[in-house]
């Protein structure tokens, strides 16, 4: 670095920098410029061993080269036939940190064709990554790792893919289950309300109900305090329909059809007359400052030609002697236990303004109260005389035990038993049933039996229910019938 060959190059290349613009370097490393310098000899001197003629062919320049033996600047200089130098020496320096650091020497390397001499402070020594000082690392190379077989590059990808795969699909089953989980969550919100509103409809049922219990317990009894039956509804005068799908209509309706297995009723209307009502019920109580049980009955009662809206419109004495026949039993009112024998005297309807919309194949007639109280059977078949006292009554005959009159004539004729009234009163019209005989018309009789109208009943909620009053099947109320002819 100090001789004047390095000094006279180093102002050269200074000078050609400034000349290119190139950064001026103040000094080289002094292994750089050695190389430098014995580069520039060794080629010079190849050249300066040819004739200007050779100089221009490369390969008679290397062939030159190879011949060089110098003592350069960075020592001998030799190469060998593969164009190496021949045993070089090469310091070993640790690298600076920065662009304008030092090189710092710490060993040298001489190559031999044979052996190589190495000197070396290890304690200086640097390795990148692992600081100063300390071990050598070792100058083996790891082993290369094993080529994977064919087959394994083909299924890490399946093997990748399918777990990409199975991966979305857990992804998207966690959405679903949390879609579901958010789903379920809200009907279960959902039922929850809905169960709280059925909650609060039972019980605002069971409070609709008991005002309805209520209603009607305090209806009846207003009723009871006017002395008219409990079954009858607002208001307490009229004609009043019964529905088809009633109790009381089929009440009337397995009385009808027990001696008429073919007749349907199309209408049933309960009567309310509270006058009528009063005066059967003071007939009653009569009977019983008598002494006599009352023996009230469901009978059978035609009219004949006479509109049955003259009776349970009357507000004096409904069922009247004024409007009797002389018969078998002499000249009173008849009333049958079977609704066959008063169908031979049931009113054709013309269809009035109370009871509109009659067809020409129904009839009608009522389905009365009556009080039978302390009854005689008369046997008009007994003899001719019998049959006389019969016809000539006027009155019931004297009861030989009680030492007054019977109150009512009962017998028997056209297979039906009879009982006959001799004063108003004794009778009330309960119900008007309009019939007709034959196929059933679902038009005018819509139910073909008692469960069925029931079974719809129950289906019809909206509809107010009556209470209706029993008639059992000893019908210990019989039925009815006006006797006009003999």
């Excluded at 080269?65 to 070993?92: A, M, Q, W």
């Excluded at 969550?185 to 019980?203: F, H, M, P, T, Y």
């Excluded at 009035?352 to 009608?364: I, Q, V, W």
Aim: glycine share 6%; with cysteine; hydrophobic share 35%.
């Amino acid at each position: 670095k100090d001789t004047a060959a390095y000094n006279e190059f180093l102002i050269r290349m200074k000078d050609w920098q400034a000349r290119n613009g190139r950064r001026v370097m103040e000094h080289l490393p002094d292994y750089a410029a050695a190389m430098l310098v014995d580069s520039t000899l060794s080629l010079a001197m190849a050249l300066s061993n040819l004739p200007p003629e050779r100089r221009s062919n490369g390969n008679e320049v290397v062939e030159a080269l190879r011949g060089i033996n110098l003592g350069g600047v960075s020592g001998k200089v030799r190469f060998t036939s593969e164009g190496d130098r021949r045993d070089p020496v090469y310091d070993i320096v640790n690298l600076p940190n920065n662009h304008d650091g030092e090189w710092q020497v710490v060993g040298s390397i001489k190559l031999h064709s044979d052996r190589s001499d190495v000197s070396l402070a290890k304690e200086e020594l640097c390795w990148a990554g692992r600081g100063c000082g300390g071990e050598t690392p070792s100058d083996e190379y790891p082993q290369p790792k094993q080529k994977l077989p064919a087959w394994v590059l083909v299924v890490i990808p399946l093997i990748a893919l399918l777990t990409v795969a199975l991966g979305l699909k857990y992804w998207r089953s966690k959405v679903k289950k949390a879609k579901l989980r958010e789903s379920i969550c809200d009907l279960q919100s959902r039922l929850d309300a809905v169960k709280n509103i059925d909650n609060e409809l039972a019980g605002l049922g069971r409070t609709i109900e008991n005002a309805k219990d209520k209603q009607d317990r305090l209806i009846k009894e207003r009723f009871a305090l006017q002395g008219v039956p409990t079954h009858w509804t607002s208001p307490l005068e009229g004609l009043i329909e019964v529905p088809p799908d009633d109790e009381q209509y089929w009440n009337v309706m397995d009385q009808l059809r027990e001696t008429m297995s073919d007749a349907w009723a199309s209408k049933v209307w309960r009567v309310q007359n509270k006058s009528l009502w009063t005066f059967y019920s003071f007939h009653k109580d009569r009977l019983k400052m008598h002494g006599a049980d009352p023996n009230e009955r469901h009978v059978w009662h035609g009219t004949s030609t006479l509109d049955p809206a003259i009776i349970y419109s009357d507000r004096q004495d409904g069922f009247m002697m004024q409007f009797s026949n002389k018969g078998f039993w002499g000249r009173g009112i008849y009333f049958a236990d079977k609704a066959s024998y008063s169908n031979s005297y049931t009113y054709k309807p013309s269809g009035s303004s109370e009871r509109p919309g009659a067809s020409d194949d129904e009839k009608e007639m009522f389905f009365a109260r009556l009080l039978v109280g302390n009854e005689v059977l008369m046997n008009r078949d007994e003899s001719n005389a019998k049959a006389a006292e019969c016809r000539n009554l006027t009155v019931p005959p004297d009861d030989p035990t009680k030492g007054q009159r019977y109150n009512t004539v009962t017998g028997y004729t056209a297979g039906s038993q009879v009982w006959i009234v001799y004063e108003n009163g004794r009778a009330y019209p309960d119900y008007l049933v309009r019939y007709y005989r034959g196929k059933r018309d679902a038009k005018r009789s819509p139910f073909k039996s008692r469960r069925e109208a029931i079974s719809h009943q129950r289906r019809n909620s909206s509809r107010t229910e009556t209470s209706a009053p029993s008639i059992s099947a000893s019908r210990t109320v019989p039925k009815w019938v006006y006797f006009d002819k003999g």
